[in-house]
């Protein structure tokens, strides 16, 4: 039935609950947590390096020394066997040959080392950090701005859908209106007061308010559809609002001028692109800090230990320990970084430009939405005014075509004004509560950035 669309269940979908499923579901918003845990990591890595630099390493290298250490010689007899005596030393049967085994030298090294960037620490270390913690700072605000759009959007979805759903509502109205007219028409035609085309054309009229229907139906689907995506539902959740268009929607409160001063302090774009300029104008300090001399220290403690003719080390280690300290500079490399220093400058008064132009917009943004819910509830207002009248214009006519005092062409302008005027105030119905979400929206209200 189509009284059933207007019908709401108290645990039904509502307006809030819309947009905090679509925030919590939203693949956008996934998206801006990535980014944050990013930024966050940039962060813990940015921290760390302020630890000094601890490297470890040890090695081992076996060397296959060719010259040996003789271990003699010995004889070797060329004659077969038997007794070796003087014959056989004469006869030169008897050789001799050197001694020697091969050995391999075991060589192990160990070695720590701790390096400390002195001139990095007043010149790059603190800046990169803050660079990073104000892009983190972006990305909390930008991802609080993507979670309060994702949940403005569906809150439209929702009030859409409503606006869809009564429209069938009225569909149905007309369509039952013109197969009234149209019965009225045949009995007229039947006793002669009215002619064929007057039932031809209230046929026409029949088919086309069928045709009205069955679009509405369409936009209905297609919102609920909408609305369904937003939140992510199930395919088996039946979807029942929980609110309708009927009750009058809460008055905003408050001037323009502290409307559009509450706007500038609360919007998150604005503090986005401040954060992210802040983070530039930091990474232009340590890029330009780059370019000058750079001091480091260093310790150093290796221990050495070497195996002749065996793979494993002797209880014997040598070791050594050393300091160092280090200052370097290029200037080649002074000029290069002054340059990359000031494009970060640039690319950040870019941002706080942007910023201040964004400002002038979301004050023209407020006005707009501001004037846009008072001229939504001046038009329900309007509206119902209007259906009253169109309403006691077709019970006139109704009468005087009964009485065959009115024409079928009266009737059907009387069935059209009230069709409309059902139309003018279901629209500016939703219109009020759409413009409340977009004011709201605007006013940064919907705003929740997370620590």
């Known amino acids: 039935m189509p009284e059933d669309l207007l019908r709401t269940s108290p645990g039904g979908l509502r307006s809030e609950e819309v947009g905090r499923r679509a925030a919590a579901t939203s693949f956008s918003v996934k998206q801006y947590e990535e980014t944050l845990r990013a930024a966050a990591a940039r962060v813990d890595a940015s921290w760390q390096a302020f630890l000094p630099k601890l490297r470890l390493s040890a090695s081992l290298d076996l060397v296959d020394i060719t010259n040996s250490p003789s271990l003699g010689t010995v004889v070797v007899d060329g004659a077969g066997p038997g007794v070796v005596g003087a014959a056989q030393l004469t006869s030169g049967q008897l050789t001799t040959a050197p001694l020697a085994i091969p050995s391999p030298l075991g060589a192990y090294l160990l070695q720590a080392s701790v390096t400390v960037q002195i001139s990095d620490y007043f010149l790059r270390f603190a800046q990169n950090h803050a660079a990073a913690s104000d892009s983190r700072e972006a990305s909390r605000y930008d991802l609080a701005n993507e979670k309060a759009s994702s949940s403005a959007n569906a809150r439209v979805a929702f009030y859409t859908w409503l606006r869809a759903r009564g429209a069938v509502v009225v569909s149905v109205q007309a369509l039952n209106d013109q197969k009234t007219h149209l019965a009225l028409a045949r009995d007229m035609a039947a ?261």
Not at 222 to 245: C, M, N, Y
């Open 191 to 451: 006793v002669g007061l009215s002619s064929r085309v007057d039932v031809l054309r209230a046929q026409t009229d029949v088919a086309s308010a069928e045709l009205s229907l069955e679009q509405a139906k369409n936009l209905a689907a297609l919102s609920e559809k909408q609305v369904r995506v937003a939140i992510h539902a199930r395919t088996d959740e039946l979807l029942v609002p929980g609110e309708g268009l009927e009750t009058s929607p809460p008055p905003v409160l408050g001037t323009l001028a502290d409307l559009e001063g509450e706007a500038l302090a609360r919007r998150a774009e604005v503090k986005s692109l401040t954060a992210s300029a802040a983070s530039l104008r930091e990474q232009a300090k340590a890029t330009r800090n780059a370019g000058y001399p750079s001091l480091s220290a260093a310790a150093n403690a290796i221990g050495v230990n070497a195996n002749l003719g065996g793979l494993g080390p002797t209880p014997t280690w040598i070791g050594v320990w050393y300091v160092s300290a280090q200052l370097s500079w290029s200037p080649n490399d002074t000029g290069i970084q002054a340059s990359a220093g000031a494009d970060a400058a640039h690319r950040a008064a870019a941002l706080e430009a942007q910023a201040t132009q964004l400002r002038d917009n979301i004050e023209v943004e407020v006005t707009q939405d501001y004037q846009n819910v008072r001229q939504a509830d001046v038009s329900i207002r309007t509206a119902q005014r209007e259906l009253m009248s169109a309403e006691e214009g077709y019970r006139v006519a109704r009468e005087l075509y009964d009485n065959s005092r009115a024409t079928s062409s009266q009737l059907t302008d009387a069935e059209t004004d009230l069709t409309r005027a059902r139309l003018d105030l279901l629209n500016a119905r939703a219109n009020a509560r759409v413009a409340r979400v977009q004011l709201e929206h605007a006013l940064g209200r919907d705003l929740v950035v997370t620590e």
